[in-house]
């Protein structure tokens, strides 16, 4: 049996759960991208990501996974069980990904820059520029800004996903696109980095 | 309204409000400051959009449908044989459980548990994952040979089911079941373990059929029935 782009997810997990190929394939195939990009900018390996866009979907095809479509959506409830797998990963140290301090305590970083590095981002450049900062962003925030900037998940769902209130989600990605500012800032203008550092005395 | 102010009533960092409006007309640099929060937001979107050509490898979807294969392939299996079914258990043969019958049909079959042969080593802890009943992963077939299930191997032929051809894509698929899955197959179990779990591998050949299984020694490292 043929599905169209019009099933929605829930249709389509009822209807793989009763048998019908068709239907895993088409919400696979709608899915998949997003949840192994996901994985791949959180845990930094592509190798990790197939395995955690496969496990996913293994999840699927139990009955008991743990799906509540009165909780949230099946894109959400996706993203939550590879969320859980990154981590796991992180834990188990087969990360790629230089995951930074947590900057949680620091000030927030001045948005004002001398060599405005933000007007130009639709470069190409830029970009990339861009992409690296997102992956060198500390977990919580990279997440959020993977999630709902990038994946387009609202914040209602992304507090799903994360488990945490939505003012969480808020806040985090408040203090994500600082920091975005602050590294894009530091890449073009290596002084300000500079003028992050302490003076000392020292002995000539 | 000051600059404070604005901002608590604009919130994801102002990306809603209007230019040239307001209290952003008034104030250079929170004019200067809602530009650059513009300028990240399209950043991010054409961000977003050079990304949307990753995904997946189609290797992830051929072992995903391996998978869904066998879960589906026993749904048929057990719908032949479902007489045989007590009525006051059959209610509580899931669909999940249901699946890695055919995994069931292996463990009968099983004389005992051998070596894991060096050719296919063991795709990961039973329990590895937290939610899926079902983990698979590729083999290259040249790293499956006909005495890796054969007789003197762990794995055992499902009956019937077609030869393995030498240069043949396999799949192996680690399916996770309860002993009464076991039941619609006419495998004696009792009844009062149903509700225990069992691993199993199954090999899989390029038509997603079940060729051959083993079983996979609990955590405890014992098995279902000897």
């Not at chain 1, 909780?71 to 981590?87: H, N």
């Not at chain 1, 500390?138 to 488990?163: I, M, Q, S």
């Amino acid at each position: 049996m043929a599905h169209d782009s019009t099933d929605t997810d829930d249709a389509l997990l009822a209807r793989l759960r009763s048998g019908d190929e068709a239907a895993f394939v088409t919400l696979y195939r709608r899915r998949q991208a997003a949840i192994y990009r996901f994985a791949m900018h959180m845990s930094g390996s592509a190798t990790a990501a197939e395995d955690i866009t496969q496990e996913v979907f293994l999840a699927l095809l139990r009955r008991e996974c743990g799906y509540d479509s009165e909780r949230g959506t099946l894109s959400g409830y996706l993203f939550g069980i590879a969320r859980k797998l990154v981590l796991r990963n992180l834990e188990r140290g087969r990360a790629d990904v230089a995951i930074e301090s947590d900057p949680e305590d620091a000030a927030m970083p001045e948005l004002a820059v001398v060599d405005d590095p933000l007007l130009d981002l639709t470069r190409r450049e830029s970009i990339e520029a861009l992409r690296r900062a997102v992956l060198a962003l500390p977990r919580r925030y990279r997440e959020v800004v993977l999630l709902c900037d990038l994946e387009e998940l609202d914040y209602a769902d992304a507090a799903v996903v994360l488990d945490c209130p939505i003012g969480t989600v808020r806040s985090r990605m408040h203090r994500a696109r600082a920091l975005l500012f602050e590294k894009l800032s530091q890449d073009r203008n290596p002084r300000l980095a500079v003028g992050r550092l302490k003076p000392m005395r020292v002995a000539i | 309204m000051t600059c404070v102010e604005f901002w608590n009533q604009t919130p994801d960092g102002g990306l809603e409000a209007s230019p040239g409006s307001g209290h952003l007309a008034e104030c250079a640099a929170c004019g200067a400051r809602w530009d650059r929060q513009q300028a990240l937001r399209a950043g991010l979107k054409q961000l977003s959009a050079a990304m949307r050509a990753e995904e997946a490898p189609p290797r992830v979807e051929a072992g995903l449908l391996a998978a869904f294969r066998v879960q589906a392939g026993f749904d048929r299996r057990r719908g032949t044989s479902v007489s045989w079914v007590h009525s006051w258990w059959a209610p509580s043969l899931t669909w999940a459980s249901a699946a890695a019958a055919t995994v069931a049909l292996a463990v009968v079959l099983m004389h005992g548990l051998h070596p894991v042969p060096a050719s296919i080593a063991p795709l990961s802890a039973p329990h590895r994952i937290a939610s899926p009943a079902v983990e698979s992963a590729s083999v290259p077939a040249d790293q499956v040979d006909e005495d890796a299930y054969g007789p003197d191997s762990d794995f055992i032929p499902v009956p019937n089911a077609t030869r393995i051809e030498p240069n043949e894509d396999l799949n192996v698929v680690r399916v996770e079941t309860t002993r009464s899955a076991m039941m619609a197959l006419g495998i004696p179990v009792d009844a009062a373990n149903a509700a225990d779990t069992v691993l199993a591998d199954v090999v899989l050949g390029s038509d997603g059929m079940a060729r051959a299984v083993r079983l996979v020694p609990n955590g405890d490292g014992s098995l279902l029935e000897e």
